[in-house]
């Protein structure tokens, strides 16, 4: 008897998990991250607390949030082994997203001053090293002496710290610890639903978060904010942005930064990310490139709305992602492993979720191949 059960491809509209981490209400332009609304979250907290509400569904307190940073700050050394693999990875200028997935694989060795012996010990290591892997991978890729990791700067400063070797202005580190913690977690998609089948076959937590990247590298998933800000300088000033936007509109060019498959409005990211690189821009940085940013910004949604009504396609976090990743001095190749340092927070808690349901995710598939094929030997064909 045939199977006539409905196919989903992409499995669009079938809900695979329950979760208690984020919604995602894309008719609304609603974001959740464990009951928080996201413009509440995370403009206020640090890193730190993001990483512990997502893990223990509560808010630490003093003492618990000093004790939580001293444990992922004793996690942030790489094994010798990792290190010798980014040598080898960046002798061969593999792209930091291809060195990131490989040195996650090398996650539970033991690393100086420090022995993974259980899951939530794996998990600190995992997120403190994230930073680590990043940017002593991309100093290695320039000839540049490696930075090591500043026991007195919190994971966001501490990151920019070893990339630059310089510690970084506050309003700096406010806005990568808010972009942090904007992007944290979002829903069930591709790479954290990736975490979630490798870590329900009972595999282990460094396989489930290697398998994610591996997901996440993917244009169609990850995908590059960076064109988001090459339009801005395409366009360079105010005078020229009508006459360019609507040369792209009329050749049929795609405005980046606009549009999303989920949300059918504004995305609440984008408002959150817009107010943190303005108030870092105003305080480090280039409010001629943010005023245009703005000014483009407001133009696209208007002649979107002209030349494409009824579509509603409003900004997306791609576009305040870009301008706040470069007013830090990030270059493109380092946008996604950067998100890379806020997701993998997500896609652990998401495995910590699947791992209390002891439950494999298996999923059926219908067969519409030939049946009843006659064999012929090999000498007759």
Known sequence: MLNTTEVNPGLEGVVAADTRLSSVDGQHGELLIAGFPVETLAPKASFEETVYLLWHDTLPDIDRLAAFRHELQAARALPPATLELLHAAAMESIPPMDALRMAAGTLSLPAPGLVVSDAQATANAVVARFPT????????????PLVDPDPQLDHA???????????????????LETYLNTVVDHGLNASTFTARVIIATGSDLVSAITGAIGALKGPLHGGAPGPALDMVFEIGEVASIDRVLRQKLATGERLMGFGHRVYRVRDPRADVLAVAAEHMYQAAGDMQLYTLAKAVEERAVALLAEHKPGRNLQTNVEFYTALLLHGLDLPTELFTPTFAISRVVGWIAHCFEQQALHRIIRPQSIYHGPRDRQWVPLTER
């Open 157 to 175: 400063a501490n990151f920019l710290y070893m990339l630059t070797g310089e510690i970084p202005h506050p309003e700096r580190t406010r806005g």
């Open 133 to 144: 892997i990043i940017a002593a991978y991309w100093r290695l890729l320039h000839g540049d």
